[in-house]
């Protein structure tokens, strides 16, 4: 039998947000560059929300309304920090807004891979009335807060590096700032901070020593992986971390059983799902909502957003397909793009140069080289030749192209919309349709070939 700890129950998350981050050099504010195609911090709102708090606080300030509008969310609660006089300025300014009762737990907005995992047991020792603390042993702690232990082993106090003593600074332990603790010793501690320290802020890591003396048992707690604690204070932290959390992707699609030809060159910006037996080669990116249905095989360098591919399709190497529906069974690419409201059925062949949107294609149907289809209903078992297109556009309105089934349209073809082409037909080459085709027969719109045998060529003058 299984016994279940008491349920967690978490009142607010704090997350830190109103730094500058200033070695970023960029006009937009930090915890708004995105990391797999998302911002930092809605890694961390995904984190905490999974937490199921009863609130969520974000205290922002650096960049005006530019965060809080980048997630018009209703469940987030805002905080204006302005000026930023250090973390534990930020919590006084957020204690407002938090729910008196309960546990507090503090994140930050720029430590975008932290585990829910990693954060529940702190909260759990909170619910029991103590103060958690994630910690974590580096071989380099330099930059970091110091954990500073009494001779019995609790915890004093965290003093930060340019505070700490040269011994000091050879602890090893580092506080993450990542905490938990009951709502109601925030309300009493904060207001106590003061900033007589060498950088004259407001330490939140100052309520160690108050926890300390009210006999408060402090606990810390240790990250299962390095990276979760690792921030984002310039480009070269954001561009590492983007790789910790690729190559985290690729490890669960490899665990799920999907073929990766190479683990370290995969792009997974959003989410995406695999059925069995799907195959995956180099340099893919896939961003929003990707699902590949059951024995799926990706060429090499596609970039796939927002679709769905059916069943035992092949998407050939650099086909770009964008909030696209691909049936089972279909034959895309090389070189093939696909985009927003392209619908291919069952065993649809779309090839090199093929561009499709708008556009629906019945099963069976094939567009093979060089051809643009947009704004049109393609039925069944249709074979559209090469370089043919649908104009579409008549410079001021898009009109629709309808090509029923069993249609045969030579290469070369324009077919000027609204136009329909009825079942069975066959448009000869090089035809230019701007009317509608009658069923089955031949129609060609096209001037009669003349051969002048007596024509000679040109000769280059001599001079
Ligand atoms: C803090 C901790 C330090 C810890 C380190 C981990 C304190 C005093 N020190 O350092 O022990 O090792 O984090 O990275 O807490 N922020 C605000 N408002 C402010 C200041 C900061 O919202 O006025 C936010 C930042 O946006 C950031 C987080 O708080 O998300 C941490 O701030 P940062 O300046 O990076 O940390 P330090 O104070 O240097
Ligand atoms: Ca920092």
């Known amino acids: 039998m299984t016994t279940h700890p008491p349920s967690l129950a978490i009142e607010n998350i704090v997350i830190l947000a109103a ?11 930090k915890v708004l560059h995105p990391l797999a195609g998302q911002p930092l911090l809605a890694h961390v709102i995904g984190a905490a929300r999974a937490l199921r708090p009863r609130r969520i606080i974000v205290v922002h300030g650096h960049g005006g309304d530019a965060v809080a509008a980048a997630f018009p969310a209703a469940d987030l609660h805002w905080v204006r920090q302005e000026p930023q006089q250090g973390t534990g300025h930020a919590m006084l300014t957020a204690l407002p807004a938090l729910t008196k009762q309960g546990v507090t737990l503090i994140l930050y907005g720029d430590v975008p891979l932290i585990a829910c995992d990693t954060l529940r047991p702190l909260a759990r020792h909170a619910q029991e009335g103590g103060l958690a603390l994630l910690t974590a042993h580096l071989t380099d702690p330099a930059g970091y807060g110091r954990i500073v232990r009494d001779t019995g082993g609790g915890v004093q106090s965290i003093i930060e590096e340019k505070d700490a003593t040269p011994e000091q600074r050879q602890i090893h332990e580092i506080n993450t700032g990542f905490m938990a603790l009951p709502t109601r010793h925030l309300a009493d501690w904060l207001p106590r901070l003061d900033t007589r320290n060498t950088q004259g802020e407001y330490y939140l890591t100052d309520i ?11 606990t810390t707690h240790h990250p299962q992986r390095e990276w979760e604690i690792h921030g984002v204070n310039n480009k070269q932290q954001l561009a590492e971390l983007e790789r910790v959390f690729q190559r985290e992707s690729a490890r669960e699609l490899l665990a799920q059983g999907v073929t990766l030809a190479d683990p370290a060159r995969i792009d997974i910006r959003g989410r995406l ?16 909502e990707v699902a590949l249905g059951e024995n799926v095989t990706i ?14 399709t092949v998407i050939e190497a650099f086909s770009l397909i964008e909030q696209a529906m691909v049936g089972d069974s279909c034959r895309i690419g090389p070189f093939a793009r696909l985009r927003p409201g392209a619908r291919l059925a069952a065993t649809v062949h779309v090839g090199n140069f093929v561009e499709i949107k708008n556009s629906n294609i019945g099963d069976n149907s094939k567009i093979n080289h060089l051809s643009y289809i947009g704004d049109s209903d393609l039925g069944k078992n249709i074979n559209v030749g090469a370089g043919s297109i649908t ?54 719109s096209r001037s009669k070939q003349v051969s002048v045998p007596s024509w000679r060529r ?6």
């Open 273 to 288: 799902t695999c059925a069995q037996d799907v195959s995956i080669d180099v340099n893919c990116i896939f961003e929003g």
């Open 208 to 218: 160690v020593p108050l926890a300390a003396a009210q006999r408060i048992a402090i």
């Open 19 to 29: 730094g500058k981050g200033t070695r970023m050099f960029s006009r937009h504010p």
């Open 391 to 444: 104009c579409n556009y008549d410079g001021a309105n898009k009109h629709r192209t309808t090509i029923e089934d069993n249609v045969f349209i030579g290469s070369d073809t324009q077919l000027v919309a609204p136009v329909t082409v009825k079942k069975g037909a066959t448009v000869g080459a090089g035809s230019t349709i701007t009317r509608d085709v009658p069923a089955d027969g031949l129609t060609l």
């Open 458 to 463: 040109p000769v280059k003058k001599s001079q």
């Open 299 to 312: 060429g090499a360098h596609c970039v796939i957003r927002n679709a769905t591919i059916g069943k035992d």
